[in-house]
């Protein structure tokens, strides 16, 4: 589908439309669609008239965020995408409403490099899943000396409730943590010497369902709103200290950035793919009839140090063993009920490589061998270890072939490294 919007070679053409909140100087948040290099003033459209054959209320919806929108269902935002599509199309036959309107036209495309984007939803609830079985495999052999997983791993996803208030969008800064870690031998109190990074893949919850009543894994992505990238942000020495005998608090709480575009579940289908198998036998209620159902998504980690770019990692979310409906059906089983906003998200995703590993833990084997990385363009090496201060992690995901004018963009998931408010070592 070629648009009569400049749409170049950006990952945002007619087959992507991701919905986000932005603004500008002149304009309050508001949900925005990307289309090329431009985004769609929603809001303004909406207001404008140019959906009222659909019948909703919209004096109803906050356009400040997503939620609202997201709560209308996924029939009405397959029906909204389409008439997107038909309306910015080529040789479309709804061109009196935009393209042949100059006016209107000049006031609803707002450049992308003139806006600022902001939390896409409001997050209720987050969850973080443990679902890439390499990761797995790589942390217990690190930690127990054993690639060998629990029966359990493989039979149910497994996951651990996260901090929804330190969600951020990307482009935040992210202050380096300070907690309780094991240094030489004695208990210390500072900030975290070991830093990372994790990339994983998420989904915004649209339709909520009631407490006590399970959602089923068929019935399941009815209730995904759309996908993002995001870094669950970590401090492994805080992590390992209190990791035993509960789990991740501390840890994981500073901060986990998302990328800013909400892509729809429809914009992926072209991508879907087989999750890896494990060969366990799953209750009836995780079995699924596509063997479709995990995503074909590519992620580019990169790390800028001083004034240099250095690729890290080329990630696939494809290497989980659970989709996202059978994270739901798994997280409802027992009558928990999601809310719109609701994010979830797969844990680290990770390949079989060390350069398609998704996190330093994993990569420099906690530390103990530091990994050397090259530009190309200066000839210059990084021996990588753990994040410094100052350090920016770029994330940058994409289905297809990203020079295909019709690849699906996430665009860039970011996050620069403060120092820490802390700058003292206290022994317990």
């Not at 330190?166 to 004695?186: A, K």
């Not at 072209?270 to 799953?282: F, R, V």
């Not at 990569?363 to 350090?391: A, C, R, V």
Request: net charge negative.
């Amino acid at each position: 589908m070629e648009s009569w919007v400049d749409s170049e070679p950006s990952g945002f053409s007619l087959s992507n439309l991701p919905l986000g909140i932005f603004s500008t100087e002149l304009l309050s948040p508001r949900i925005g669609v990307a289309i090329g290099k431009y985004v769609l003033d929603f809001k303004s459209f909406v207001m404008e008239g140019l959906l009222a054959h659909l019948n909703i209320d919209w004096s109803q919806v906050d356009f400040a965020t997503l939620n609202d929108y997201a709560a209308l269902g996924r029939s009405r935002h397959r029906t909204i995408r389409k008439f997107l599509q038909e309306l910015l199309i080529s040789d479309t036959r709804y061109g009196s409403l935009l393209r042949d309107h100059p006016q209107r036209r000049q006031s609803l495309l707002v450049l992308r490099a003139s806006a600022t984007m902001h939390l896409p939803m409001r997050v209720g609830d987050y969850t973080d899943f443990f679902v890439g079985i390499n990761h797995a495999r790589n942390c217990n052999k690190l930690f127990r000396g054993d690639a060998t997983l629990a029966a359990s791993y493989t039979e149910q996803p497994i996951g651990y409730h996260g901090r929804a208030s330190s969600v951020v969008i990307s482009g935040t800064p992210v202050r380096r943590p300070v907690g309780q870690f094991n240094l030489d031998g004695q208990v210390f109190f500072g900030p975290t010497r070991k830093m990372d990074f994790e990339v994983e893949f998420a989904a915004f919850i649209s339709k909520p369902n009631t407490l006590g009543e399970p959602i089923g894994v068929e019935a399941a992505e009815e209730h995904i709103f759309g996908y993002v990238i995001l870094n669950d942000w970590s401090s492994r020495d805080i992590q390992q200290r209190e990791a035993f005998p509960l789990g991740p608090f501390n840890a994981k709480n500073f901060g986990t950035t998302i990328s800013p575009w909400v892509i729809q579940p429809d914009a992926l289908i072209p991508y879907k793919t087989k999750p890896i198998s494990t060969g366990s036998e799953l209750p009836k209620y995780l079995v699924e009839r596509s063997s479709n159902s995990v995503h074909d998504i590519v992620v580019d980690v990169t790390i800028k140090r001083g004034s240099q770019d250095f690729q890290l990692s080329k990630c696939n979310f494809k290497n989980v063993i659970f989709s996202f409906p059978q994270m739901i059906a798994h997280h409802t089983a027992g009558g928990c009920p999601l809310q719109t906003g609701d994010l979830i998200a797969t844990g680290t995703v990770s390949g079989e490589t060390v350069d398609t590993l998704g996190c330093l833990l994993e990569i420099t084997k906690n530390g103990m061998e530091p990994y050397q990385i090259f530009n190309n363009d200066t000839g210059s090496t990084l021996e990588m270890g753990w994040l410094h201060d100052g350090d920016c992690i770029e994330f940058h995901g994409y289905a297809g072939d990203s020079s295909d004018p019709e690849h699906i963009s996430f665009g860039s998931c970011t996050g620069l490294i403060l120092p820490s408010l802390v700058t003292s070592l206290e022994k317990l």
